[in-house]
Nanobody, 115 residues
Framework: QVQFVESGGGLVQPGGSPRPPCAAS????????MGWYRQAPGKQRELVAS???????NYADSVKGRFTISRDNAKNTVYLQMNSLRPDDTAVYYC?????????WGQGTQVTVSS
């Protein structure tokens, strides 16, 4: 079992570059894939980015070239570097992984992009 705590959200101006962390309650070194998802008002939750233990990454088309996911297994933390934020990036951002048949989510961090 693992628990995630996301932080680092808030009100960000267009073009801003926050880097919210997702801190895990235990070691993530044995967790193969970690992901960041987001859910905007009135929309379904969608995958933003994922990272495997070997460093392979995957991104949604809407964030390619702007967002970078990384993981620090020594700190049990996954990061999402967001650059060139736009108003349509406004959403609650969630950390995620699946262990066996169980899927784990954090409580999310709200990112609002507005001037």
């Amino acid at each position: 079992q693992v628990q995630f705590v996301e932080s680092g959200g808030g009100l960000v101006q267009p073009g801003g570059s926050p880097r919210p962390p997702c801190a895990a309650s235990g070691s993530i070194s044995s967790i193969y894939v970690m992901g960041w998802y987001r859910q905007a008002p009135g929309k379904q939750r969608e995958l933003v980015a994922s990272i495997a233990n070997g460093g392979r990454t995957n991104y949604a088309d809407s964030v390619k070239g702007r967002f970078t996911i990384s993981r620090d297994n020594a700190k049990n933390t996954v990061y999402l570097q967001m650059n060139s934020l736009r108003p349509d990036d406004t959403a609650v951002y969630y950390c995620n992984t699946a262990l066996g048949v169980r899927v784990y989510w954090g409580q999310g961090t709200q990112v609002t992009v507005s001037s």
